[in-house]
């Protein structure tokens, strides 16, 4: 099986490509839309720079080598989405080629710009051009992969790098598109405009699963329907002649000194394999975790952060084990929950102290990512700190046992785990609060 894929990445811009209008998205249809991206004839494109800058930050972080000049050309196609009947896009001389991520060779990176989208209602086509003009690159790997499943972990290799150079912005995994060309014993076929990491790998799936069945005879496109989860024809496979690409005689070459890409370069930041790399060493992380926190820029800068106060084997375990599985319950991401860090750091340094339970750290936890609010002040109002005095545990025991003859009973026939039921009475009885191993050691010393 042999795998290349064409990954589509919209920058994070504040203006389209080659126009001044804004790239952020609107509800009302063709509304972000002027003579340039909407295609007028006589109007002049003008290249926004930052889309450049950007896209050969990428390339940097991905090893790859940039040209010293480069231009854009028309690619011809008659589409209702396309008003002009062609796309801007770089054919001849992309502006960066032979790069790199882990095992994956990648062929080239250009810019382009994305066209309309198609809105279709019942029998009704309707055309939306707010997208046309969106500034896009298009990284375009050699068919290294072996599985659909490499290339999903690739992409979420690929979608962390670009969120450190924050040249993209991450809503979800479904966000990410792309184009996938897969062959087995026969010919290529591509699966055109896949959207999201998991649809990319079910469709590779299913298509990989066909073709061992039934090989590929000619070169085809095909559409990926994940209602159905199923592959169809498009159309034959076109060759890059049958676009026609000539020289846009509206944009000028470019050329690409030295002194932008060092400068460029200097200013990438530490990204993620080498900050797990420095994670593992300096706060002595195992593998695993080191790359869990480093997987995402700002769960790393909270980690960073919080273990300058508190234990970071304390630190990464909250992080992972609740902060992560807290977020992914209420179906959002790390960036778009209100959590300070200084609560976080209030909240983590009760618990290391012995203060406050396991519980009421993940009780709390669920609250400061909807609000901030001091942990301290909110524990100290709900008498949320640990029980330790021991007539009142004494007490809560007592009435445990009482309550429960026939754990009572379980555990002195030998049945150790009933101590544990037992605890997590007295833990109700105490709404949490109670210091679990004193509970332990009342309740053994009791039952005797």
């Known amino acids: 099986m042999k795998i290349g894929i064409e990954i589509h990445v919209q920058l994070n811009t504040k203006s389209k490509v080659f126009c001044s209008c804004t790239t952020q998205s609107s509800e009302e249809p063709n509304t972000n839309v002027c003579e340039i991206c909407g295609g007028f004839p006589g ?20 090893n790859s080598k940039i040209a010293s000049e480069t231009f854009f050309s028309r690619k011809s196609y008659f589409y209702p989405d396309m008003t002009k009947n062609f796309q801007i896009t770089q054919y001849e001389t992309p502006f960066s080629i032979n790069g790199k991520l882990d095992n994956i060779r990648i062929k080239r990176i250009h810019l382009e710009e994305d066209p309309g989208a198609l809105i279709h209602k019942g ?45 993209y912005t991450r809503k979800s995994e479904a966000t990410m598109k792309a184009d996938a060309n897969i062959s087995t014993t026969g010919e ?3 699966i055109k405009n896949i959207t999201g990491l998991k649809e990319i790998e079910r469709a590779l799936n299913y298509e990989a699963t066909k073709q061992k069945e039934t090989p590929a005879k000619k070169q085809e496109t095909l559409g990926w329907n994940s209602d159905k989860g199923i592959t169809y024809l498009m159309r034959t496979k076109e060759t890059e002649d049958d676009y026609g690409y000539i020289y846009d005689p509206d944009l000028v070459k470019i050329e690409i000194p030295k002194e932008l890409v060092s400068k460029l370069k200097s200013q990438i930041p530490e990204l ?29 800068e909270i980690f960073e952060k919080v273990a300058e106060k508190i234990d970071p084997d304390l630190a990464a375990k909250w992080l992972i084990r609740d902060l992560l599985k807290i977020i992914n319950y209420n179906k959002t991401t790390i960036n778009e929950i209100k959590l300070e860090v200084k609560h976080l750091i209030e909240l983590l340094g009760l618990f290391q102290q012995g203060k406050i339970t396991d519980k009421t750290v993940k009780d709390l936890l669920i609250e400061l990512i909807k609000e901030p609010f001091s942990p301290k002040e909110y524990i100290k109002k709900h008498n949320l ?38 605890t997590g009475q007295v833990m109700r009885k105490s709404k949490g609060t109670a210091n679990p191993k004193e509970v332990e050691k009342i309740l053994k010393k009791l039952i005797r």
């Open 272 to 300: 993620s394999l080498d900050k797990s790399s420095r994670f593992k060493k300096q706060y002595k992380l195992n593998k695993e975790d080191a790359e869990v926190l480093a997987s995402e820029q700002k769960l790393a």
């Open 188 to 190: 290529k076929v591509e």
């Open 123 to 167: 029998s009704t086509c309707l055309i939306d051009y707010n997208r046309a003009g969106i500034p896009l690159i298009e990284i375009v790997t050699e068919p290294d992969f072996k599985s659909p499943n490499e290339v999903r972990l690739f992409l979420r290799k690929l979608i962390t790098i670009l969120e450190y150079l924050e040249v």
């Open 43 to 62: 109007s002049k494109p003008v290249l926004n720079k930052e889309t450049l800058q950007q896209g050969i930050k990428v390339a940097l972080a991905l």
């Open 385 to 422: 700190e640990i029980i330790s005095d021991s007539g009142n545990l004494e007490k809560l025991c007592k009435e445990a046992i009482k309550e429960q003859p026939k754990a009572v009973k379980d555990y002195k026939e030998g049945n150790e785990k009933s101590i544990y039921f037992l």
